[in-house]
Every structure is written in C-alpha cells, then in structure tokens.
C-alpha cells in the first residue's frame, strides 16, 4: 500500500513540475533594480519651528449674525455674508480674511451699484462630506487678485473653512476638491494647489501645491477654402509675380 501511494504521488509532482512549464505559466521579467531608500542630507540640522510663509491654511472663522436654518446655504445672502465676515473674529490672523478699503467700499455699494460689486456668484458643493453643500464665494480685488472663501453650516450658523487669495488663472471643483492655477514667475509653468477638507483641523487644508508644465496650445487650424497668405519676398530680391493691370505688386 505504502508503495502504490508513494507511486501516486511521485505521478502527482510529475505532473505539477510538468505543468510550470506550459503556456500561461509564470516567467521571468528579468531581474529588479535594487532598492534605494531615502538618504538624509545634513542630519545635525536643527529642525524648523515655524512655517517660512502663512497663506490662510488651517484659519476658521465663525461668521456672525448669519442664521442658517436646516444647514441649507442655498438660501444665504453672498453679499451678506462678506460683510459679516468683516466682523468675524478667525482663530487665528494670518491676514488672509481682510479686504482692502476700496473693495469694503464697492460691496458697501453692491446693493446700489450691482455691475461694481466684487463679490462674484455663489457656488455650492458638498467639501466636507457631511452631506451638506458648502457656500464658495469668490471676491474681486485689485491686480487681478481673487479672494477665494469656503463657508461650511454648521450648529444653526456659519463658519468659514478657507481664505485664500491670489492671482489665479481658475478655480475649479472636482470632487470634494478646490483647485486654484495661479501664473508661474516661469514661462510655460503654472502652480496648482488642492485645497482638501481635514476633519481633524475641521478647515480646508492645501494637501497638494505643485508647478506643472502647461500644455502647448495647437496651431490653429486653416479654414477650408482659405488660402493662406504668402510670404513677402526679402528686401532686394526682385519678386516673379507679375502684377495684373491696375494693381500694385506692392504688399500692404
């Protein structure tokens, strides 16, 4: 009995061996780079201790007087609520949440003035993923500068997760995401940041800030039909062209 098991089984291993050698079998792809983890540079360094620069990350605001009922920012007053925000007291001061005078001025004037008012249309987007859309409210300022503000409902009010401001090219919503493209000192370049909600800092935080090259536009297309002009001929070079009756040879 032993003897015919030890057959089967030695039949068995044949075949599984026989078996790696077939088609759809692993194979080789050759051998792997080496792995190379991250060298320190300058360990004796001291570490930082404050941030180089402060551009509003992580600054909240509860914004007074405004009433949300049932956390539904759809019925809320944009202008309203800038000009409560004036008042509101942030967490912290990163400078980020205040306006110049002459754009306090213009939305002052916005309910008499509409085609001046700085404060741009409303957009509204769940950020925080507490099944609530947010307020996103975008506010002109001088030099092609955009203040941008994020405003969440919460507790029967209102409270501002983000203020940032910049010379932005766009700003965009995708997913639960605010993308700002702001120019670059780099010609062809651009930064980009996503600013993200963080639930644990309960404010809109940058978890992405890149320079990205910019894609090359197409040459435009030529329309059919349309000749595309010729080149003038260089100066002292006679032209062959030999003008019609009437009409100058020479280009205007």
């Given at each position: 009995m032993r003897s015919s098991a030890a057959v089967a089984l030695?039949?068995?291993?044949?075949?599984?061996?026989?078996?790696?050698?077939?088609?759809?079998?692993?194979?080789?792809?050759?051998?792997?780079?080496?792995?190379?983890?991250?060298?320190?540079?300058?360990?004796?360094?001291?570490?930082?201790?404050?941030?180089?620069?402060?551009?509003?990350?992580?600054?909240?605001?509860?914004?007074?007087?405004?009433?949300?009922?049932?956390?539904?920012?759809h019925r809320l007053d944009p202008v309203a609520v800038v000009r409560a925000g004036l008042k509101a007291r942030p967490n912290r001061s990163s400078g980020t949440a205040d306006l110049p005078a002459d754009t306090v001025r213009r939305i002052d004037t916005c309910r008499t003035e509409p085609v001046s008012c700085p404060v741009l249309r409303p957009y509204f987007r769940d950020?925080?993923?507490?099944?609530?859309?947010?307020?996103?409210?975008?506010?002109?300022?001088?030099?092609?500068?955009?203040?941008?503000?994020?405003?969440?409902?919460?507790?029967?009010?209102?409270?501002?997760?983000?203020?940032?401001?910049?010379?932005?090219?766009?700003?965009?919503?995708?997913?639960?995401?605010?993308i700002m493209r702001v120019p670059s000192a780099i010609t062809g370049y651009e930064y980009r940041t996503a600013w993200t909600w963080d639930g644990r800092q309960r404010a809109m935080l940058p978890t992405r800030d890149e320079i990205l090259r910019m894609p090359t536009p197409p040459p435009p297309q030529q329309r059919p039909g349309v000749t595309p002009p010729t080149a003038t001929p260089p100066t002292g070079t006679p032209s062959t062209a030999t003008p019609s009756a009437g009409v100058s040879a020479e280009r205007r």
């Open positions: 030695g039949a068995v291993g044949a075949a599984l061996l026989t078996g790696c050698g077939v088609g759809g079998g692993l194979r080789s792809a050759g051998p792997a780079p080496n792995a190379v983890g991250p060298a320190r540079l300058w360990p004796g360094l001291p570490p930082a201790s404050a941030a180089p620069y402060d551009y509003g990350e992580g600054e909240t605001a509860r914004i007074p007087g405004i009433e949300v009922p049932h956390g539904d920012v950020l925080t993923g507490d099944g609530k859309d947010d307020l996103v409210l975008g506010i002109r300022l001088a030099d092609h500068q955009l203040s941008v503000r994020v405003y969440m409902p919460e507790a029967g009010g209102l409270t501002r997760i983000l203020s940032t401001t910049d010379a932005v090219i766009s700003v965009e919503l995708a997913g639960r995401d605010l």
